[in-house]
Antibody, heavy 118, light 107 residues
Framework: QIQLVQSGADVKKPGASVKLSCKAS????????IHWVRQAPGHGLEYMGI????????YYAQNFQGRLTLTRNTSTATVYMELSGLSADDTAIYYC???????????WGQGTLVTVSS | DIQVTQSPSSLSASVGDRVIITCRAS??????LAWYQQKPGRAPNLLVY???KLESGVPSRFSGSGSGADYTLTISGLQPEDFATYYC?????????FGRGTKVEVK
């Protein structure tokens, strides 16, 4: 079965960067896009960006351009999400998610809480 | 970017009620509309995709409809486990934007 396992919670200071991982299993890693979505405490879902593991093509939502970098390691079936210039507003649960062809986000990681605090 | 307006932001209902949540996109999205359920402390769970197709394992009391830019999620006969927050998402184009959510609470 398709599984996405994310790295553990992290605490960062304002201005720092955070790099999270999302390890995929149960399917051909290069077949499906992996998306990143975040959710601030008590708020809704915010779409961040997408990476196509096969060629490494990425798209970043406008709110994150210049601060967000998605990369992948095909040998370990892992996608990485790096967000720089952190502020308190970046405190959130960060999810990776994937979908089989033609479908929306049917498989989600467990989420990673990132806390930004001085 | 395609904007997605979801309403209401919250509603109160009783077990057995029929609940309707609506979602309007800022442009035609050709049925590329999904609905998710999220419970506290959990990742969102896909309920409906392509406007009206139920994800495997989703009870038939959930149904989706719509076309063009306007879409609806209906829960027919609300069950205790359905009290949660629901999000719509357009996946017609990136960024795949979400509605702001509808919290379904106990009346």
């Amino acid at each position: 079965q398709i599984q996405l396992v994310q790295s553990g919670a992290d605490v960062k200071k304002p201005g720092a960067s955070v790099k999270l991982s999302c390890k995929a299993s149960g399917y051909t890693f290069t077949a499906y896009y992996i998306h990143w979505v975040r959710q601030a405490p008590g708020h809704g879902l915010e779409y961040m960006g997408i990476i196509y593991p096969s060629g490494g093509t990425t798209y970043y939502a406008q709110n994150f351009q210049g601060r967000l970098t998605l990369t992948r390691n095909t040998s370990t079936a892992t996608v990485y999400m790096e967000l720089s210039g952190l502020s308190a507003d970046d405190t959130a649960i960060y999810y990776c998610a994937t979908a089989s062809t033609g479908k929306p986000l049917g498989y989600w990681g467990q989420g990673t809480l990132v806390t930004v605090s001085s | 970017d395609i904007q997605v307006t979801q309403s209401p932001s919250s509603l109160s209902a009783s077990v057995g009620d029929r609940v309707i949540i609506t979602c309007r996109a800022s442009q035609v999205i050709s049925n590329s509309l999904a609905w998710y359920q999220q419970k506290p402390g959990r990742a969102p769970n896909l309920l409906v995709y392509a406007t009206s197709k139920l994800e495997s394992g989703v009870p038939s009391r959930f149904s989706g409809s719509g076309s063009g830019a306007d879409y609806t999620l209906t829960i027919s006969g609300l069950q205790p486990e359905d009290f949660a927050t629901y999000y719509c998402q357009q996946y017609y184009s990136v960024p795949q934007t979400f509605g702001r959510g509808t919290k379904v609470e106990v009346k």
